[in-house]
């Protein structure tokens, strides 16, 4: 069966960087838009970032760009999200989605559990 298995989340000081990565399986990886999203505590969802099947097309969040980078290693089955310059109100579960675009999130086919990401000092 399909599996999404999200990774990297921590505590990370403001202005700090993380690299979150999202193991996938159960399907052809290569074949799908995969997406990143996010919510904070009493929040809703938020898009943050995705990616084209491919790898060559990519879409940011206004909130992110120029911070974020989304990539995906196909030979790997892995979609990573690179995280610099967090700010505390960046602190969220982050989820990776498959089949989806951050503005099509309702066709979403699968999603992860999330990966903590805590933004303190």
């Known amino acids: 069966q399909v599996q999404l298995v999200e990774s990297g989340g921590g505590l990370v000081q403001p202005g700090g960087s993380l690299r979150l990565s999202c193991a996938a399986s159960?399907?052809?990886?290569?074949?799908?838009?995969m997406s990143w999203f996010r919510q904070a505590p009493g929040k809703g969802l938020e898009g943050v970032s995705d990616?084209?099947?491919?790898?060559?097309?990519?879409y940011y969040a206004d909130s992110v760009k120029g911070r974020f980078t989304i990539s995906r290693d196909n030979a790997k089955n892995t979609l990573y999200l690179q995280m610099n310059s967090l700010k505390p109100e960046e602190a969220a579960l982050y989820y990776c989605?498959?089949?989806?675009?951050?503005?099509?999130?309702?066709?979403?086919?699968?999603w992860g559990r999330g990966t903590q990401v805590t933004v303190a000092s």
């Open positions: 989605a498959r089949g989806c675009t951050i503005a099509t999130r309702l066709r979403c086919a699968d």
């Open positions: 990616i084209n099947s491919g790898g060559s097309s990519t």
């Open positions: 159960g399907f052809t990886f290569s074949r799908y838009y």
